[in-house]
């Protein structure tokens, strides 16, 4: 038996490449995806084939990461319950991809994944991989085994000589790529606790910020970000950049209480500066250039987009369908949004598109209005017509008395 094993250096994924190598007689090949976490890659491969990989694919997906899957989720402004930008739940189902695409280079008979039993991923990675490959087996060691607590992991990996991480983590579960972090655990399980500042990794603490407040401009092509302050950046390099100066300003902090999908609420605490400007700015940008109807149904549907990326559905057709209609919509979605930062805050100044749907002659109550106010009159009758007939039969009905 061939498995391709999702792997990240971590325990939990160096036990179950030892464990899965006993267990199935196997030949392990680990795949290690670099979607902006900050981890030493190299220092993965190595560990890898240290531990028991007949071969370790490591590859940086941090381009096709947000071209493929953070701009499209953008574009449809996509916040799980109106506030997560859904940076973990954009970054499984690439996983899934190229474990799948790995096996199938590799012949393998299997895809392994290192999630719980109790979260999100789980579903993320099996759901994709069921759209894409099905004829893989999946598997997921941590759902299976008894090694139910960090000390018995640990324990495993002493007798079998697998290397234990010798720094003494933080007491929280992060999760980071370029779209931003999540942190659980340790403190944070109490509702009630504000999370220690030594949770944070991609924002300054915004009551010490000292930086002098500034503008940034913010530049879309199409409902893709392009630009900052007018420089057009390789999309990689406009987050990078953007999460760091957003995040200096201790700008993108959200602490939230979520509902899984696996059943239960969990506690969330994110970080996402870059995102948290950009879904702000793009928002702004549409609603100067779409029309009011688009423009509200699009607001419908974006809730509904940011749950099925949630629930794991990426590679599903409703997804294809959805954004098939708010790619449809992001034509004009090209122009510049002003931000102002300054500690903790970032708030829009200004916006402007060729594509604008603001006219200045309609708009102005100063000289040079050119809107019809006679015209107000007819659209009233008509408007109001439905509400004039129900006021007269409330009347008539007693039901109301002027
Ligand atoms: N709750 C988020 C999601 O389901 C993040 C999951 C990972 N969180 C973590 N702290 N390791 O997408």
Avoid at 109 to 137: M, S, Y
Avoid at 189 to 195: C, G, I, K, V
Avoid at 298 to 305: P, S, T, Y
Avoid at 353 to 374: E, N, Q, W
Wanted: glycine share 8%; net charge negative.
């Amino acid at each position: 038996m061939k498995i391709v094993c999702a792997y990240s250096g971590g325990l939990d994924t160096s036990v179950m490449v030892h464990w899965l190598k006993e267990r199935y007689d196997a030949e392990i090949i680990t795949y290690t995806g670099d979607l902006g976490q900050g981890d030493d890659l190299e220092a993965i491969r190595k560990k890898a084939l240290r531990t028991g990989a007949s071969r370790a694919v490591v590859d940086d997906l941090r381009e096709r990461f947000i071209e493929e899957f953070i701009w499209p989720a953008v574009k449809g402004n996509a916040r799980y319950e109106g506030t997560y930008p859904l940076h973990t739940a954009l970054g499984r189902p690439l996983l899934a991809q190229r474990l799948c695409e790995v096996a199938d280079e590799f012949g393998a008979d299997a895809i392994a994944h290192g999630c719980t039993g109790k979260g999100n991923d789980q579903v993320r990675f099996e759901v994709a991989a069921q759209c894409l490959a099905p004829h893989l087996q999946i598997l997921a060691p941590l759902r299976e085994w008894d090694l139910t607590t960090r000390e018995l992991e640990i324990e495993y990996a002493l007798a079998r000589n697998i290397e234990v991480p010798v720094t003494l983590e933080k007491p929280y579960s992060i999760d980071e790529n370029i779209w931003g972090c999540a942190i659980e655990c340790g403190e944070m399980e109490d509702l009630w606790n504000e999370p220690p500042e030594d949770a944070w990794r991609m924002t300054k603490d915004p009551r010490t910020v000292k930086l002098e407040s500034r503008e940034i401009v913010l530049g879309f092509e199409e409902g893709v970000p392009v630009s900052l302050d007018g420089r057009l950046l390789p999309s990689v390099l406009l987050l990078e950049e953007l999460n760091e100066l957003v995040g200096s300003y201790g700008i993108g902090r959200m602490d939230m209480v979520e509902n899984r999908v696996v059943g239960l609420k969990s506690r969330e605490v994110y970080e996402g500066p870059a995102a948290v400007v950009l879904l702000a700015a793009h928002e702004e940008l549409e609603r100067v250039v779409l029309d009011r109807a688009t423009s509200t149904y699009k607001r419908k549907i974006a809730n509904d987009f940011a749950n099925l990326i949630y629930d794991g559905l990426w590679f599903g057709p409703l997804r294809h369908a959805l954004q098939a209609f708010i790619d449809e919509t992001q034509r004009h979605v090209t122009g510049e949004v002003r931000v102002r930062l300054s500690a903790g805050r970032a708030m829009i100044t200004g916006r402007r598109s060729p594509f604008s749907l603001y006219d200045d002659g309609l708009a102005t109550y100063s000289k040079g209005d050119t809107f019809d106010r006679a015209a107000a009159e007819g659209f009233l009758k008509l408007y109001g017509l439905p509400y004039a007939t129900w006021g007269q039969v409330q009347r008539r009905i007693g039901e109301r008395e002027v």
